[in-house]
């Protein structure tokens, strides 16, 4: 019998053992392949049928390839309309560095990379396996929270987050073009402190990349 493939990519050699080693053992209907770095993943996407990707964000060997990290990799199948099921498997839990990587590449799964994380490694192969999206409570309920911090923002408010981290104040804010005067552009500021819970803009700038939202620099 043909075995599926599930590839793993992680540029550290341990660790893509590890997990293939402790996969072997939970998963024998699998053929586990193990990759360290982007540039061969890649390769035996487009060379073979994988059903489901485990995969890495952050490469230290990036200097080293082509293709420098797991976001890079993912905007490459994209383009290249490769698809597969795939699984974060990360350090990162913050929404600053998924969110992103959410909503553009809609991958099916998340794991976060600790020493307790191999039970949610393979709950979470099972759920994708069976078409099923999982991220896991905490970055769910953390997604769950940003969509509603964003539903309470209109077009404006929206507008002026995306510049923000270009200006000092609202005056510079008023003269970016906007379309909003300095009384619109000071009061709906006051509301967005209100909203995200902090006292000063530049509090509020560092709360808004820490959920992910979208900033001009």
Request: with cysteine; hydrophobic share 40%.
């Amino acid at each position: 019998m043909i075995k599926e493939k599930l590839l793993i990519v992680d540029d550290i050699i341990n660790i893509v053992n590890d997990i293939k080693r402790k996969l072997e053992i939970e998963f024998p209907e699998y053929e586990i392949i193990g990759v360290t770095d982007c540039d061969h993943a890649l390769y035996v996407l487009e060379q073979q049928d994988i059903a489901i990707l485990l995969l890495d964000i952050t490469f230290n060997n990036r200097k080293l390839t082509t293709i420098g990290d797991g976001k890079q990799l993912l905007k490459i199948l994209q383009n290249k309309k490769i698809e597969v099921p795939t699984i974060i498997f990360s350090t990162h839990d913050s929404l600053e560095i998924l969110y992103p990587i959410i909503a553009n590449y809609k991958p099916k799964g998340y794991v976060q990379k600790n020493e307790d994380s191999d039970q949610d490694l393979v709950y979470t192969i099972k759920k994708v396996a069976k078409g099923y999206v999982e991220y896991g409570q905490k970055l769910n309920q953390a997604l769950l929270n940003r969509t509603q911090l964003e539903f309470s923002l209109d077009a404006q408010d929206l507008l002026i987050i995306e510049h923000l981290a270009k200006a000092k104040n609202y005056v510079e804010l008023a003269d970016k073009k906007l379309n909003m005067d300095r009384k619109t552009i000071s009061r709906k500021l006051e509301r967005l402190r209100f909203v995200f819970d902090v006292d000063t803009d530049k509090q509020l700038l560092l709360k808004l990349q820490h959920l992910g939202f979208s900033i001009s620099y």
